[in-house]
């Protein structure tokens, strides 16, 4: 790989796409990206299934398709709540910047229940700068005995007709930061109409799995120019570009990166998304907004952190990549099922 640049024409990075430590460089720079704000909100029914389709990912595989999951509680980054899985992360997660920094009195008092009002006030004094790290952690460390139960008064509170408003209300500012950038997309790729709802599912995601948004430090230096000089660099020809992006795929999981059975884990992931994908049958099938949509997919990927937690380095890179591929090609496999974006699509 010459330089510490991404030159598609001389062969795969090895994953995690680093060169000397350091991410490969896209080229052209970024400048500036005019984003356009949408003049209605998103259709309901792309809308839904933007939801469905990320609520599927963050409660791990548990929602059934119509039901929303507002009371799930999970294991991811120490402990997760919700509809989108807001998350403790160390005390540095969603859940301590977005979810509790602007919980109001009458939320909080949706449960009866002594105890968990006491925890829930530490969580949002700790989220306001005014408790210490250790005693909201402890907070946490107890509600892990919630992961996993059909009830608790967690849930009970999540469930509530307070909180699930409460929720809609922080699920509609994330849908409004993806139906920016779905728009802006569109237009610059010259997208049709009937191609928004896959568009708005894969900001939405990306949205919610990695914190994009519509401003241009928030893009990790990828967009329509990067897209394009990748394209022409493998003649435009949907093999190539398939074949380039399977083989970093295959790259990674002979790097060891996959060894943690998850969304994406060993046996749920690489060995059968590269399957599915690589057949000449699908790839032949897929349209040109499809691999359009997943050479983006990748190159955002190679932008995404190296080191998750103790995950291995590459690990984050390739469940990004896999995550948004699936909603790209319409078909995959995903937190172990077969993956069918038309499922998420049709009204239930």
């Given amino acids: 790989m010459p330089g510490a640049h991404f030159d598609a024409s001389a062969g795969i990075p090895n994953c995690p796409a680093l060169y000397r430590g350091e991410r490969l460089l896209l080229s052209p720079p970024l400048g500036q990206v005019s984003f356009r704000n949408p003049a209605e909100p998103p259709p309901a029914l792309a809308a839904a299934a933007a939801l469905r389709t990320v609520s599927f990912f963050e409660n791990a595989g548990s929602l059934q398709h119509g039901v929303s999951a507002y009371d ?3 294991a991811l980054d120490d402990l997760s709540l919700g509809r989108l899985q807001w998350n403790w992360k160390g005390g540095r997660g ?3 910047t977005e979810f509790f ?6 939320v909080l008092a949706a449960t009866r229940d ?3 009002a006491s925890e829930l006030m530490m969580l949002v004094r700790f989220s306001r700068g005014q408790a210490h790290v250790d005693d909201a952690g402890a907070v946490i460390a ?3 005995a919630y992961i996993d139960r059909p009830s608790s008064v967690l849930a009970d509170w999540l469930a509530s007709v307070e909180v699930a408003a409460y929720q809609d209300v922080l699920i509609a500012r994330r849908l409004e930061q993806a ?3 779905a728009e802006t997309w569109m237009s610059e790729r010259g997208y049709p109409p009937q191609t928004y709802p896959v568009v708005l599912a894969l900001f939405t995601n990306f949205n919610v799995h990695t914190g994009l948004s519509a401003n241009a430090g928030s893009l990790r230096g990828v967009w ?3 897209l394009d000089r990748f394209l022409s660099s493998l003649g435009h020809d949907s093999e190539r570009i398939m074949g380039f992006i399977l083989d970093w795929m295959r790259s990674c999981e002979d790097a060891n990166v996959t060894k943690k059975t998850d969304a994406f884990g060993a046996g749920a992931g690489v060995p059968g998304n590269v399957d599915i994908w ?3 049958d699908f790839i032949s099938s897929l349209s040109g907004m499809q691999v359009d949509l997943m050479a983006y997919v990748f190159l955002y990927a190679t932008r995404s952190d190296t080191q998750w937690a103790d995950f291995p380095k590459g690990y984050s890179q390739l469940d990004v990549l896999q995550r948004g591929g699936v909603i790209a090609l319409g078909q995959g496999r995903a937190l172990g099922v077969r993956f069918d974006w038309k499922e998420f699509l049709s009204p239930h």
């Fill in 179 to 181: 139906a920016i950038l």
């Fill in 278 to 280: 690589s057949a000449p």
């Fill in 142 to 144: 107890k509600w892990r």
């Fill in 114 to 116: 002594a105890d968990l």
């Fill in 72 to 74: 799930a509680i999970g």
């Fill in 94 to 96: 969603t859940l301590v």
């Fill in 224 to 226: 329509t120019p990067q």
């Fill in 101 to 106: 920094a602007g919980l109001e009195p009458a």
